[in-house]
C-alpha cells in the first residue's frame, strides 16, 4: 500500500500541468522579446517553480526567497526574511512565484518589498488562491486555480513538512 493512498485527489496531474503550460503561454506572450526575473517563494513554491519556468520560451533568471512568519501572528501579517534574492532587480522585469495565497498577508509583505528594489514591473503568480480567506486585497496576476477554502497538500505544498513530492494535489484529511 503507498503511504500516500489515502489522500484523494483534488487537483490531478494532467489538470496542473495543463494549467501550468497556459499560465507560462500568457507570461510568455506578455514579456515577448524581453527578459524576466522569476522569484520563487520557498518552500512550497519549488515544484510550480520548476515545471513553469521549463515551459517559458523566454529568457529568465531565477531567484529564490525564504520568508518566515512567527506563529500567533497571522492577524498582523508580521513577516520577515530567512533568505532575499541575490540580484539588484532594478530596472528588471520581477514575477514573484507564489504556491498558495490564503489571507494575503505574506505575499502583501513580500510584494511591498520588491517594490521597494525599484523593479522596471513586477507581477505575482500563484497556483492557487482561497479568494474566501482573503484578508487583504491581492492583485494575483497570473493564477492557476481559485480554489475553496481546504487544507490543501502535494505538488509543493506541505503539512508538517510531508507530502510535497506528491505529483497531484489533495486536500489533508479527505
Ligand atoms: P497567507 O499569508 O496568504 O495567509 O499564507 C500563505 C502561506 O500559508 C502559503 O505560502 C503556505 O505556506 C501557507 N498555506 C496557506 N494555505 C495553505 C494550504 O491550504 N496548504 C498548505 N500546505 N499551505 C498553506
Given at each position: 500500500m503507498?503511504?500516500?493512498?489515502?489522500?484523494?485527489?483534488?487537483?490531478?496531474?494532467?489538470?496542473?500541468?495543463?494549467?501550468?503550460?497556459e499560465?507560462?503561454?500568457?507570461?510568455?506572450?506578455?514579456?515577448?522579446?524581453?527578459?524576466?526575473?522569476i522569484?520563487?517563494v520557498?518552500?512550497?513554491?519549488?515544484?510550480f517553480?520548476?515545471?513553469?519556468?521549463?515551459a517559458?520560451?523566454?529568457?529568465?533568471?531565477i531567484?529564490?526567497?525564504?520568508?518566515?512568519?512567527?506563529?500567533?501572528?497571522?492577524s498582523?501579517?508580521?513577516?520577515s526574511?530567512r533568505?532575499?534574492?541575490?540580484?539588484s532587480?532594478v530596472?528588471?522585469?520581477?514575477?514573484?512565484?507564489?504556491?498558495?495565497?490564503?489571507?494575503?498577508?505574506?505575499?502583501?509583505?513580500?510584494?511591498?518589498?520588491m517594490?521597494?528594489?525599484n523593479p522596471?514591473?513586477?507581477?505575482?503568480c500563484?497556483?492557487?488562491?482561497?479568494?474566501?480567506?482573503?484578508?487583504?486585497?491581492?492583485?494575483v496576476?497570473?493564477?492557476?486555480?481559485?480554489?475553496?477554502?481546504?487544507?490543501?497538500?502535494g505538488?509543493?505544498?506541505?503539512f508538517?513538512?510531508?507530502?510535497?513530492?506528491?505529483?497531484?494535489?489533495?486536500?489533508?484529511?479527505?
Amino acid at each position: 500500500m503507498s503511504k500516500n493512498q489515502s489522500i484523494g485527489v483534488f487537483l490531478s496531474e494532467e489538470k496542473i500541468k495543463s494549467r501550468v503550460n497556459e499560465l507560462a503561454n500568457q507570461i510568455n506572450k506578455d514579456f515577448q522579446n524581453q527578459e524576466v526575473v522569476i522569484v520563487g517563494v520557498l518552500n512550497g513554491s519549488f515544484i510550480f517553480c520548476a515545471d513553469l519556468v521549463r515551459a517559458l520560451k523566454i529568457p529568465a533568471t531565477i531567484e529564490f526567497v525564504s520568508l518566515s512568519s512567527y506563529e500567533g501572528t497571522e492577524s498582523s501579517g508580521e513577516v520577515s526574511f530567512r533568505m532575499d534574492v541575490k540580484q539588484s532587480l532594478v530596472g528588471k522585469n520581477v514575477i514573484i512565484v507564489e504556491d498558495i495565497v490564503d489571507t494575503g498577508l505574506t505575499i502583501t509583505f513580500l510584494m511591498k518589498h520588491m517594490k521597494l528594489k525599484n523593479p522596471k514591473s513586477l507581477k505575482l503568480c500563484s497556483l492557487l488562491l482561497k479568494r474566501a480567506r482573503l484578508k487583504i486585497e491581492v492583485p494575483v496576476d497570473y493564477l492557476g486555480f481559485d480554489i475553496e477554502d481546504k487544507f490543501v497538500i502535494g505538488y509543493g505544498l506541505d503539512f508538517d513538512g510531508k507530502y510535497r513530492e506528491l505529483p497531484y494535489i489533495g486536500v489533508y484529511g479527505e
